[in-house]
């Protein structure tokens, strides 16, 4: 912004905590891969052991594979209805088939309709930068939407969404009705069931209470302000991370 460079939304984002969700999973990976090992019976090395301590990060890089597969389509989707650029090919993975059919599944049972896509928005007033993913009418509803890939919605994206909703009306004066939490896999179905049999594996050793495994989703929305102040309450949130 005249020629400074600015704080982005997610960098401020960064500084909330994420060790609570994170260190169970990296702990059930290592366990995961250690577990397979002896099953096989093979013995354990020093190198099974590093491996086994860092397999999270492999795996992490190889998730994010299906996610942004997903993502990377719905935004070139997007952009050609808003005639912005060609209309993307169907994917020849079926993971990604199934992202991208519930994906167009939602825009037709919602009554979509697309404002603007990849928007850069800055807020003068709080001097920060980020780009959001599109502004929709749902279900008659102004949103600002952000479509994320993952296993779960965490509560990062309602300090995200808020941030950026804020920036925009303040840039531009447009009022939103609130904000949508759009939510594809970045895990097939199969890895999914297999995430979940390792954890009630590990639990049962652990004797702990086994988890519910529930049907799985490929794909979710969440409308995130059916209470009136959410937006508020979250920006403030939001506020508080860049102070900090």
């Known amino acids: ?30 366990a995961g891969h250690l577990l397979r ?18 397999a999270s990060e492999v795996l992490k890089e190889k998730a994010a594979d299906l996610g942004k597969a997903v993502h990377d ?4 989707y997007i952009k050609h209805k808003l005639k912005q650029g060609d209309m993307p090919e169907m994917p020849h ?23 603007w896509a990849e928007k850069i928005v800055y807020s003068q007033k709080h001097d920060y930068i980020g780009r959001a993913d599109f502004g929709a009418i749902v279900d008659g509803l102004k949103c600002l939407c952000d479509l994320k890939s993952g296993n779960g919605l965490y509560n990062e994206v309602l300090l995200q969404t808020a941030a950026y ?7 531009s004066k447009f009022k939103y009705d609130g904000r949508c939490a759009i939510r594809v896999a970045k895990e097939t179905e199969q890895e999914y ?3 979940l049999n390792l ?14 495994v529930k049907p799985y989703q490929v794909f979710e929305a969440k409308f995130l302000d059916n209470v009136r ?7 403030n949130a939001f506020l508080a991370a860049w102070e900090l």
């Open 37 to 54: 090992l002896l099953g096989s019976g093979a013995e354990l090395t020093q190198k099974d052991v590093v491996e086994a301590a860092f």
């Open 93 to 115: 993975d079926q993971n990604v088939v199934k992202g991208v059919t519930s994906f167009l599944e939602w825009e037709k049972a919602h009554k979509v309709k697309y404002l």
């Open 165 to 171: 909703a804020m920036a925009d009306t303040e840039e």
């Open 193 to 195: 069931l297999d995430r």
């Open 73 to 76: 389509w719905a935004e070139q």
């Open 199 to 212: 954890k009630n594996a590990i639990k049962e050793i652990l004797g702990k209470k086994p988890v519910d």
């Open 229 to 235: 102040m959410n937006m508020k309450r979250d920006f």
């Open 1 to 30: 912004v005249e020629g400074k460079p600015k704080k982005g939304v997610t960098s401020i984002i960064g500084i909330k905590d994420k060790s609570r969700a994170l260190l169970p999973w990296s702990q059930e990976i290592a």
